[in-house]
């Protein structure tokens, strides 16, 4: 089998858009083969009127070694990206003589037609089919922040963030310097945006679980919304969300309640019901007690056939203060697959509108419009709508006071937007990218929102708003809540899953002040002297005890239930300080090696302290769904 046919059925399945490209492409005219003394080829292409070698015209292989291993000195390449590949050279050498602790591999070449030819010219079989190389070869530039996205999360790369090398293949770099500058500032939006998702602190995190548990009458009783996946397939949806703009058209959603699912975000709901406009669905996710404002002084007869779809982290209070029916919706976090009881886990983002999005997907929608999702501040400066409950000039959030940037408007060349905004912007990109159907964005100001088809709302309601959606009739005949026996079932099984939590905690914590002593005595010892290379050798083993420490209680079933989520951000800041240490050319390795062992002391000491807290809320909730327990098995007769 020649080399091209074996290089195109290794990307036919793992790169099928690589796969159409190259398929379509003809021999280049403007580069040519040439050979060399060395019998490794080389190639002329022609840059501006002008024919450059691509690779050393004597011995390009040579060359790359030269490079890869003598000029560039890499410190610390656990990931590393190659801007550009050429005819491959510097990537064969880098593989041949590949690190111990190089982890993972980002490959990328703007120019399709360098593809083409070492396709052609080698088996590049070996660095097309591993796991842990990733080739994002002829991406264009308005591809690259989802390919790159896409890349990070399934790499895990973010804990790489300061423990990445670039490699610049010097002929592709130099002519298309602009793309690959372009390709290094969205890898690190990428580590930023994916960072931002994961959160910065684990008290926030153990605030979700506590009101998680909390709540615990509203997870087990309420339905979830699975109950309606799939039942508005093909009914348009149009997400209300609460930006500046919504003052501009809200109106035109009057009467038009029975042509689709009306999805409002909480903050939204008083703007509506104000204007005369019932919403089917109200999404909200956040945990802080203002979310309660957003439900206050409604009267429960203003939200019959409003149905709130809420996760059980809000808070009680907010919960409390919605007078009308609720459903279940859960986020994808290890918490909710701990506890196992399914009401319908969804890939929710970090926004009540990009929940929206998530929710009207799941129950079939299409297409979906978004309405007031400026994701930018007004040219006055204002916020958000008239009429919610924070009012329109939030001070928390003004230019003055947030973390500001340009990005492409809807209607402008640029809007002012904050890092925030700009963060659910970026997961509506992620949502559309993986969604089968149309999303139409039909809020009039704000910023672009890259795979929705941009046009005002009047014009979007002839167009798509064309059948009776019965949305009141679908959700009031589908739901059904759970009967006493099964809400006895789930709360034994709740019971039974919390109080072995509690206890695997007790084991955690136990194992951690072990190693925390452990670790202590070590360096204490370590200080009293020894051989320097013994010390290393020593230091080595040591360091990697404490990982397989760290890896068999993190590798836990419990501990990945109930701390993963809390701790992930812990856990991630950790990992790339303990990365960002080169294991190359370092000026004292063993002043290194010590820091790496005393950083373990804070690792087994914060996840001691936390997971005791974790423990205490555990046992503290457990009596609280106890009770209810109790409660139900002394009532008679099955009701809902």
């Not at 880098?94 to 052609?120: C, G, M, S, Y």
């Not at 279940?328 to 976090?333: G, P």
């Not at 008239?386 to 230019?399: M, R, V």
């Not at 836990?556 to 989520?565: N, R």
Request: net charge positive.
């Amino acid at each position: 089998m020649d080399h091209f046919t074996k290089n195109m059925n290794a990307i036919k399945d793992r790169y099928p858009d690589l796969y159409k490209k190259l398929k379509r492409l003809k021999p280049p005219k403007n580069i040519k083969i040439v050979k060399t003394p060395s019998g490794h080829p080389t190639a002329k292409w022609r840059v501006n009127g002008k024919w450059e070698f691509l690779h050393d015209p004597q011995n390009p292989r040579a060359e790359a070694e030269r490079f890869v291993f003598e000029e560039k000195k890499l410190a610390n390449p656990r990931l590393v990206i190659f801007l550009g590949f050429g005819l491959g050279y510097q990537v064969f050498s880098f593989l041949e003589r590949r690190p111990p602790v190089n982890q993972f591999i980002i490959l990328t070449e703007k120019d399709l037609r360098l593809i083409w030819i070492a396709f052609h010219r080698f088996d590049l079989t070996p660095m097309l089919t591993r796991d842990e190389i990733f080739c994002l070869f002829g991406v264009e530039e308005e591809e690259l922040f989802l390919r790159i996205t896409s890349v990070v999360e399934k790499g895990g790369l973010v804990r790489f963030a300061k423990a990445f090398e670039i490699i610049e293949i010097a002929a592709s770099y130099k002519v298309n310097k602009g793309y690959y500058g372009v390709f290094l500032e969205t890898f690190k939006q990428a580590l930023r945006e994916t960072l931002n998702s994961i959160g910065n602190d684990p008290k926030d995190s153990l605030i979700g679980l506590d009101n998680t548990l909390a709540n615990h009458r509203f997870y087990v009783e309420a339905p979830g919304i699975n109950q309606l996946y799939g039942k508005f397939k093909k009914v348009p949806a149009i997400i209300v969300a609460t930006g500046p703009s919504l003052n501009k058209n809200i109106d035109q959603l009057k009467g038009i309640e029975d042509k689709a699912l009306i999805i409002s975000v909480d903050a939204s709901l008083k703007p509506l019901l104000k204007h005369g406009i019932t919403p089917h669905l109200v999404t909200s996710l956040e945990r802080v007690p203002l979310v309660r404002k957003f439900f206050t002084r409604i009267p429960p007869e203003e939200l019959k056939g409003t149905y709130l779809v809420a996760i059980p982290l809000l808070t009680k209070d907010s919960l409390e203060a919605y007078k009308g029916e609720k459903i279940v919706a859960l986020r994808a976090f290890a918490h909710y697959f701990w506890l196992d009881i399914d009401k319908g886990i969804l890939p929710i983002g970090p926004s009540a509108a990009n929940m929206g999005f998530t929710v009207a997907e799941a129950l079939g929608c299409d297409p979906i419009i978004l309405m007031g999702q400026d994701l930018a501040y007004a040219p006055d400066g204002r916020t958000h709508a008239a009429d919610n409950a924070l009012g329109e000039k939030q001070e928390a959030i003004l230019p003055e006071r947030a973390e500001t940037l340009w990005v492409k408007g809807n209607y402008t060349e640029k809007v002012l937007t904050t890092a925030t905004w700009h963060m659910f912007l970026k997961n509506f990109e992620k949502l559309i990218e993986s969604y089968g159907g149309t999303c139409v964005n039909a809020t009039e100001g704000g910023a672009f929102i890259p795979g929705t088809r941009v046009m005002a709302f009047r014009e979007a309601t002839e167009r798509y708003l064309n059948q009776t959606a019965r949305a009141p009739e679908v959700i009031a005949d589908t739901l059904k809540y759970p009967s006493i026996s099964e809400k006895r079932e789930m709360y034994d099984k709740l019971i039974e899953v919390v109080g072995k939590g509690a206890r695997d905690l007790e084991k955690f914590m136990e194992e951690c002040e072990t190693w925390e002593e452990k670790i202590e005595s070590y360096l204490e010892e370590e200080e009293s002297g020894g051989q320097r290379a013994d010390r290393y050798e020593k230091n080595t083993q040591f360091i990697k005890e404490i990982n397989d420490a760290k890896s068999k209680m993190t590798g836990h079933s419990a501990y990945w239930g109930i701390m993963y989520h809390i701790m992930q951000s812990f856990l991630m800041e950790k990992e790339i300080v303990l990365n960002a240490v080169p294991p190359y050319h370092n000026p004292d390795p063993l002043k290194a090696q010590r820091g790496i062992i005393a950083e373990h002391i804070d690792w087994f000491k914060t996840n001691r302290e936390i997971i005791g807290r974790t423990r205490d809320i555990l046992k503290k909730r457990l009596r609280g769904i106890k009770m209810r327990a109790r409660a139900l098995k002394e009532e008679r007769h099955e009701t809902a």
